[in-house]
Nanobody, 126 residues
Framework: QVQLAESGGGLVQAGNSLRLSCAAS????????MAWFRQAPGKEREFVAM????????NYADSVKGRFTISRDNAKTMGYLQMNSLKPEDTAVYYC???????????????????WGQGTQVTVSS
């Protein structure tokens, strides 16, 4: 069992940065893939980024490549999403998730993740 809690969201102007954190509890966190998803009003939850259990494999949505960086610290049971050059279209509730492995394509789907945080709001003004 893994419990997740996001923090670090807020209101920023376009072009600025935010760092989201995901605090995990549970002994199995270090063996789980971790990912970030986001959901804007009226839209489906969409994949943002994932990182393998050991941290060596990362995958990003095309819309955030080169701007966002996912990382994790298993010793601290923490996950992070560094978001740079933010755009108004990045506005959404961001969710941290954890689950078992799969193909990179599979791991872009919310259904592959068993554990979810409550979400943190990110609002980017133009």
């Amino acid at each position: 069992q893994v419990q997740l809690a996001e923090s670090g969201g807020g209101l920023v102007q376009a072009g600025n940065s935010l760092r989201l954190s995901c605090a995990a509890s549970g002994r199995t966190f270090s063996t789980n893939v971790m990912a970030w998803f986001r959901q804007a009003p009226g839209k489906e939850r969409e994949f943002v980024a994932m990182i393998s259990a050991g941290g060596s494999i990362k995958n990003y949505a095309d819309s955030v490549k080169g701007r966002f960086t996912i990382s994790r610290d298993n010793a601290k049971t923490m996950g992070y999403l560094q978001m740079n050059s933010l755009k108004p279209e990045d506005t959404a509730v961001y969710y941290c998730s954890a689950g078992l492995g799969g193909s990179l394509r599979d791991l872009e789907r919310p259904g592959k993740y068993s554990y979810w945080g409550q979400g943190t709001q990110v609002t980017v003004s133009s």
